[in-house]
């Protein structure tokens, strides 16, 4: 079958790495991809917002199946043009990836469903928003409603900070008009973990756990970036969280959805807090993790498109989803000055040391060719990562792998899974 990738960062050459695999494949395209991608597809330049283009190039090359990877053609309802144009595309439609595109509506569905999440209040008043805070207890999350980039998220320790936060958000628009609207939270405390799910609308699927670094330095300080490095399996995700999440959080979840009129196909990424009074739900994602997806599945035993091609048919309830006894730590290589700015057009040097080697991996999230050469062309540039027997192995063999490839002001945290120490 002819399948097209839409996307073009890490996760987009995580999964083209496992859809490169499967032997359903007979051509296989990405738009736009980028040049480590261009090694196992072809790449066409064509923009993930380019919605007729898109289509008319399924239409041109007689693709089957296409897989629709970030989240703003999700919730602008890419799906669903293809769907229009009879072509089968993995990823939920636009009124199920509202889920992640509105987070005072996810939050508004986990409170009318019981389904455990932090307490909150939604604003689309800054006025409103600022009285609130002057009985509000501190710390205190305030979060823009809509997508920005994994960025929209800020802790305030103190009334000043929260003040300052909410003219950032709702009147500076500093992420834009994802803060039109905004969520108030309550701050949870505990471990944080990741657990991506396959479902059709009905069953869902279980992949293995991950834990993301989202601050841009070492010891979680700096500013919150899309992702900075990642392990899998946390320690932390017990059999007995396995279960309770599966009967409050995710099966609770998929339903909830349906009942709404709003059935979910896809990937939904549950962002979970372990707190001392049990898991909650920090924040939905509509589609696999960046770079969770990068340590998820490396470590995946499935034909992934089977898998895909089950969500979108609703058969999951026949796929036996399996993952390697193993684990996974991926190290991002950004340019320095993310993720506020930075230059890009570095020559990207040493990559072919990954070639040949079953158990690392270097995902390419920000690169381009350019005069021959690969260059950097993002903040985040590469995703370096090991699978080892367990996760300090892993991490051990990522972080020397890191010193492979080199370009200018690469730039890294060096504490990625760091917690794997303490547990």
């Known amino acids: 079958m002819n399948v097209l990738l839409v996307g ?18 007979d051509k296989f ?26 289509v008319a190039f399924a239409k041109e090359k007689a693709i089957d199946f296409v897989i629709v990877a970030p989240d703003d053609p999700l919730a602008a309802g890419l799906v669903d043009e293809f769907e ?41 008043d800054a006025q409103a928003a600022l009285a609130y805070l002057e009985t509000a207890q501190f710390p205190i999350v305030l ?3 809509g997508l920005a980039l994994g960025k929209g998220v800020l802790i305030c320790m103190n009334k000043e900070e929260a003040i300052a936060g909410v003219k950032e958000i709702m009147q500076d628009k500093k992420f834009g008009t994802a803060g039109n609207r905004m969520v108030v939270e309550q701050f949870m405390t505990g471990r944080e973990v990741s657990v991506l799910t396959f479902t059709d609308g009905k069953t869902i699927r279980v992949m293995t756990s991950a834990q993301d670094h989202k601050r841009a330095k070492d010891n979680d300080e700096g500013l919150n970036t899309g992702g900075m490095g990642t392990f899998s399996p946390s320690p932390f995700y017990t ?14 979840t998929v339903d909830a959805m349906a009942k709404e009129g709003r059935t979910f196909q896809g990937v939904i990424f549950f962002g979970l807090m372990l707190t001392a009074d049990g898991p909650k739900v920090l924040e939905y994602n509509a589609r696999f993790g960046d770079p969770e997806t990068q340590v998820v599945l490396p ?14 048919d609703g058969t999951l ?26 230059e890009k057009g570095f020559e990207i040097t040493g990559l072919e040391a990954f070639e040949g080697k079953e158990d690392y991996f270097c995902f390419h999230a920000g690169s381009k060719f350019a005069d021959g050469k690969i260059v950097t062309n993002g903040g985040r540039v590469l995703g370096v990562t090991a699978t080892g027997a367990d996760l300090k192995e892993a991490r051990r063999k990522a972080y020397e792998a890191t010193k492979w490839v080199n370009f200018a002001n690469k730039y890294m945290r060096n504490d990625i899974g760091k917690a794997i120490d303490e547990a």
């Open 317 to 342: 309830d026949q796929i036996d989803l399996q993952f390697e006894d193993n684990a996974a730590v991926c190290v991002v290589l950004a340019s320095d000055g993310y993720p506020v700015s930075y």
């Open 29 to 54: 395209y990405c738009a736009p991809g980028n040049a480590g991608i261009a090694s196992l597809a072809e790449c066409v330049s064509i923009g993930v917002m380019e919605f007729d283009k898109l």
């Open 84 to 124: 229009k144009a009879g072509i089968r595309a993995f990823g939920p439609r636009k009124n199920a990836a509202i889920l992640e595109g509105s987070k005072a509506f996810s939050k508004d569905l986990m409170k009318k469903y019981g389904i455990p999440t932090a307490a909150y209040e939604n604003f689309d």
């Open 299 to 312: 470590r995946m035993k499935n034909d992934l498109l089977e898998v895909m091609e089950a969500c979108v």
């Open 8 to 25: 073009g960062g890490g996760r987009e050459h995580a999964i083209a790495m496992q859809i490169a695999k499967s032997p359903k494949v």
């Open 143 to 145: 979060k823009a409603d």
């Open 239 to 252: 059999d007995e969280i396995h279960e309770y999440c599966v009967k409050n959080i995710y099966q609770p």
